[in-house]
């Protein structure tokens, strides 16, 4: 069996763990924006078209800097195996690939959905499906040397070296686990050498014996170590880079292996961009994209590796971070974590390895979601406005302007993105709803020479998918003043926040400076959703079913062909609440809705079947029957339901009468999203659904 190594002690965590670690998460993201426009391209054809790669060429290629991307959406998606099951002293495969089949939508999200035996990560999933778990899943046994052996393995693995700072072994452990999922033999040792990179990182500053101490982990007579040899000797020779490449596309070229991506050759050009960037984020930038082949994977390696070698000071020499601003998109089944950024996506690794080595986590600013608390961390805050500018100095954002400005961060789906498909799906819903309580402390620099005004605001989606604000109190800061502001989210009529942000303004044409420290909300919100004209309601809501024609239908059809569908929306942090809905079933085996939902192998459901069954399920890897009745079914009769999420207590509701109630003392699941439920069939929703907060006890 493969597992984590117990006898392996985790390392303690450096003084600046929390900085290297949003450096690597940094590096990570912007090397795959960086590496995206040109993935799969030769050497040959963008040196013809672009020269060198040094800076962002999205734009030379009409194509979005910000992007959904598998090497993003995977890493961060598939290291919360650690926080579902609890922290675990031992991470074993099944763990792993549970988390998988938790968070993946089928045919939508995270993965390249190539097919059975053309996407390794596809044919692992449908290995999965059928009920084979890892290692099998993802075995050369059952997939072939050639599907097992493709770069997938190394591409999803910094985040496991985050987790191990200055501890190769164990981050070696950690990625053999994580990687056997969907892949075997060569594509497991290349993970592995990735994964001790990272955790090297943290304390080895030469990068020639980061990469040799990295082979350790690894056997001497395996194929990643032969490239890895030869791209090392070439090195050592003072070969330059571009001959090295030449050479290394000769021996170690797509031409010697079979499949769409193998990994031998993306492995050793990783190592040769490290080894020839000598430390240098831009340098090893510039190599790896320049060279071609899988450039948004091995550039989002190598970007983690130079990102937590260096540090924050790795992004100075040019404009890396503004342009990215933090900003990342992780789709999934749980759709509240779709719209993220680097340094929250960096404080949930940090809190992983302290919990893991019973640390409390870090909470900045009293746990703020937006708090800046780190060097330059703009959490996807930009303005639009020319004569103003942000920055990040001290720990909070600085907005300096002339008469007016704003300050916004998304919420939800960004206009540019209604219409965008990048290969892999934006699905998310809105992190920000009507009726919760924004909290946020603004002050005015002392060098200011006038009072300003400040207040926050809200956009949200309307007809047409235009945008439309709405404002709370502005208040006066004289210079120095700080002051705490709160305003609740007025009624948005269904439709979803896409926005939320800062306006100031002053009545004096000079410079002005106001500070956002921190900005929150929480709760679970008092809303009713209903369907309204545009599609950005109906995009609100995660479809992991085979059909939600939302622009035509509303929630007239929803249906899954074979197997149980859900249709989530809400945050993983909701709790205490009714969940409301009246559904009808068309052709179904059975109907309902579900609550605390995290990811589809993770919530509480009220299911009516057609053998005439009314249950409370909760569905955790495997499905429990928490208590039961009679009910009557009848196909195109509709029904109420409701279920109550209370603590570990819940009750369902059906046509308004309580008929069960029970509570959970098995790792119950407190908090999470909402769901419409249809297995094999049809099911109809009238109108609107409704999510409203239990009174306090």
Known sequence: MITQRLESKLSELPTDYAERVYAGVLGKVIGVYLGRPIENWRYEDIQRTFGDVAYYIHEKRDRRLIVTDDDISGTFTFLRAVQDFDYPNLVEPWMVGETWMNYLIERKT?????????????????????????????????????????????????????????????????????????????????????????????????????????????????????????????????????????????????????????????HGLVLLAILHSRGSFDEGMKIVNTS??????????????????????????????????DKVLIPSADPGRCISDALRESYEVVNMARRLRGLAPLAPKGGARFHFSLPGSVQGFETPTASASLSNSGGALDLTFRLKAEAGTWTFIPPGHIDFVSGYQLIGSPTLYASQRLRARVAASASNSAAVSANLYVSRYHENDTLERMRGERVSLQPGESREVEWTVPDCDGYPVAEVGLETSSTLDEDHTVTLEWLDWD????????????????????????????????????VQDEGRGLLIQGGSEWTRYRFEAHATPHLAHQIGIAAAVQGLRRYYALVLSEDGRLRLIKQLYGETTLCETVAPFELYRGYDFALELDGPHLRGYLDGALVLETTDNDRPLLHGAVGLLVESGAMGVEDEVRVSPLANP
């Not at 075995?139 to 501890?167: R, Y």
């Open 523 to 558: 709760g679970t919100p008092n809303v009713t959703l209903r369907p309204r004209r545009g599609r950005m309601w109906g995009r609100a809501w995660a479809p992991c079913l085979d059909r939600f024609q939302h622009e035509r239908d509303g929630y007239g059809h929803l």
């Open 292 to 325: 071609g082949w899988d450039t948004d994977c091995n550039s989002g390696n190598v970007g983690c590796v130079l990102g937590v070698l260096g540090g924050l000071d790795a992004f100075n020499a040019q404009n890396w971070r503004g342009p990215v601003a």
């Open 110 to 266: 995270t993965l390249w959905w190539g097919g059975l035996g053309n996407s390794t990560e596809h044919t692992a999933f449908l290995r999965m499906k059928q009920g084979a778990m890892p290692p099998k899943s993802g075995s050369c046994a059952m997939n072939g040397k050639v599907v097992s052996e493709q770069i997938g393995g190394q591409i999803f693995i910094d985040g496991w070296g985050l987790l191990c700072p200055g501890d190769p072994n164990g981050a070696a452990d950690y990625a053999r686990v994580a990687a056997c999922v969907s892949h075997d033999g060569e594509a497991i040792y290349g993970a592995q050498v990735v994964a001790a990179m990272v955790a090297l990182a943290f304390e080895e500053r030469d990068v020639e014996r980061l990469v040799r101490r990295s082979l350790e982990v690894i056997p001497e007579d395996c194929e990643i170590r032969r490239v890895a040899d030869f791209v090392l000797h070439d090195f050592r020779a003072g070969v330059p880079w571009r001959a090295a490449r030449a050479r290394l596309d000769h021996s170690f070229g797509y031409a010697h292996y079979a499949g769409a991506c193998p990994i031998i050759p993306n």
